[in-house]
């Protein structure tokens, strides 16, 4: 059974930094694609950063320059480095998998990101 935990979350003040980590159990996530969303209230769930199963990393325009998403297949976690937070940042941030072996899609349960200006 695929599971996925994200952790990192928190409170910090625009300016500021975190750093968000999707742990994987049950799959090889080097055997699929790994991304990040937010969904802040009331709004919809859009992508932030998707990292493929080949490394290939793509940003939405919003974050670009300021997030990093990185991958240790060795801990078969992924990595969302946040910089330069903005009180826009704030949201419910997901980690999401799909395998590429059958476009299976899996989410972790979400953490939350609050940027105070």
């Known amino acids: 059974q695929v599971r996925l935990v994200e952790s990192g979350g928190g409170l910090v003040q625009a300016g500021g930094s975190l750093r968000l980590s999707c742990a994987a159990s049950?799959?090889?996530?080097?055997?699929?694609?790994m991304a990040w969303y937010r969904q802040a209230p009331g709004k919809q769930r859009d992508m932030v950063a998707r990292i493929t199963s080949a490394g290939n990393a793509n940003y939405a325009d919003s974050v670009k320059g300021r997030f990093t998403i990185s991958r240790d297949n060795a801990k078969n976690t992924v990595y969302l480095q946040m910089n330069s937070l903005k009180p826009e940042d704030t949201a419910v941030y997901y980690c999401n998998w799909v395998a590429s072996a059958n476009w299976r899609s899996y989410w972790g349960q979400g953490t939350q990101v609050t940027v105070s200006s």
């Open positions: 049950g799959t090889t996530i080097s055997n699929g694609d």
